[in-house]
């Protein structure tokens, strides 16, 4: 059984009805899935319809067998999908210990075990966990950012242009530490413009164009494929 299945989504912004033209995506357990395509595709709007944040005009969401299409944007989250914005993903003003207890919501007694075991996990936010989330590198706030997704204790993550921005030694750790995490067997559906390297740790990639996948296949060869390179690469 797939852990999530996206089938035939179509959705969109008041009058821009049709942003998403019938696309289909699914996530296995345990893998890492990639999307990539070019500027307005519709690829944040499918993570966010798969978190429940843009509603489906049709289509539906499966997850783990589970038809959770009508399901609140809190509901999914309780239903184990976790969803890191590509922006404004942190509360600068708040320390990184409070970015992380507010992500937790009412669970305050689970917020703990799992605060611990996110500073276990990235001890440079231990290390920084009463600074301004705001005194971070870019890369240590997608750390936190991260972080955050995890404090629900999420069965799929979803993460929206993780190294938008970051240098190319950032973007490297960065993806870095996403590969630890899906080794610790949590599966991962992503966005990315930085579209060789994320395919090249993925386990399967997408290109979504105009709202509607075009092409499907081991992230590894999606990486090498002319094809994509010259579309992603310019050359
Ligand atoms: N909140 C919104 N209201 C209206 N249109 C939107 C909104 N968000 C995105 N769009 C439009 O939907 C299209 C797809 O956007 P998006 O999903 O963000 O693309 P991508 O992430 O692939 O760059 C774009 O044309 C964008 O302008
Ligand atoms: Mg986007």
Redesign the pocket.
Known sequence: MSLLTAENIVA???A?ER??KEASIRVEPGEIVTII????????????VVAGL?PAREGKIVLEGRDVTSESAVGRTKSGISFVP?ERNIFGSLSVAENLEISAYQDSTGGKTRMAEMFDRYPMLAGKRGDLARTLSGGQRQILAMAMGLMTAPTLLLL??PTAGLSPRAAEELFDAITALNQTGLPILM?EQHAVEALAISTRGYV?VS?KESAEGAGPDLAVDPEIRRLFLGG
């Open positions: 969109g912004y008041g821009a942003i998403l395509g070019p500027n307005g595709a519709g690829k944040s709007t499918l993570l966010k843009v590509q929206d242009e966005v979504l709202g």
